[in-house]
């Protein structure tokens, strides 16, 4: 099943705050998160495992509720190069390494000067 | 440098035609996928392959054809069979968790 995100689009001023959700129907093992510029392939952020702490990168991090089958990502002072789509993909095998990916839609996040 | 690769960036194709695109890996990873994305849409996986010389069909397999020979290689082919294949092909490979992508292959059918 399809994870969901939201919201679908964010619009943001430099230095706002932004966060995005991914909820999944299933049991989850692990939530990867990747941005994607136009036109360009989606690009590894981080991945978040089961029983795991919450990530960081720059000022990028995100968390993983297992309970709720959640993973959120924050965006804190948010620059220009944020701006993109940003995916999360759950684990299609549960509790398999090499698992393919399924994705959710997107969220489209836009930073303006 | 250690990567994925896809080629070539541009494809155009006429219809009734098969094409094959490459993608090629030296991350020494076991798993390699192949994935579909339409303008505006998600990633929709077309097959995948876990272990070299063994692939299995994706949501989307329908018109498409792989071949797994080598861990660092997995070529697909856009058959005349696939009715809308006009997409952006993205290639994957992945060791245990982390699933990194190639920079992707634009076809166009004319």
């Known amino acids: 099943q399809q994870p969901v995100q939201s919201p679908q689009a964010v619009i943001l001023r430099e230095g706002e705050d932004a966060v995005i959700n991914c909820s999944s129907s299933k049991a989850l093992y692990s939530v990867h998160w990747y941005r994607q510029k136009h036109g360009e392939a989606p690009v590894f952020l981080m991945i978040?495992?089961?029983?795991?702490e919450q990530k960081g990168h720059e000022k990028i991090s995100a968390s993983f509720n297992e309970k709720k089958q959640q993973s959120s990502l924050y965006l804190t002072a948010s620059q220009l190069s944020y701006s993109g789509t940003y995916f999360c993909?759950?684990?299609?095998?549960?509790?398999?390494?090499?698992?393919?990916?399924?994705f959710g839609k997107g969220t489209r996040l836009s930073v303006i000067a | 440098d250690g990567g994925i690769t896809q080629s070539p960036k541009y494809l155009f194709r006429k219809e009734g035609q098969n094409v094959t695109l490459s993608c090629e890996q030296n991350?020494?990873?076991?798993?390699m996928y192949w994935y579909r994305q339409d303008p505006g849409q998600g990633l929709r996986l077309i097959y995948y392959?876990?272990?070299?010389?063994?692939?299995q069909k994706g949501d989307i397999a329908e018109g498409y054809s792989v071949s797994r020979e080598k861990k660092e290689s997995f070529p697909l082919t856009v058959t005349s069979a696939q009715k809308n294949p006009t997409a952006f092909y993205l290639c994957a490979s992945s060791s245990r968790q982390e699933q990194f992508f190639g920079p992707g292959t634009r076809l166009t059918v004319l």
């Open positions: 392959s876990q272990i070299v010389n063994d692939f």
């Open positions: 978040l495992l089961k029983g795991g």
């Open positions: 993909g759950t684990e299609r095998f549960l509790n398999s390494g090499n698992t393919p990916l399924v």
């Open positions: 991350l020494n990873h076991d798993a």
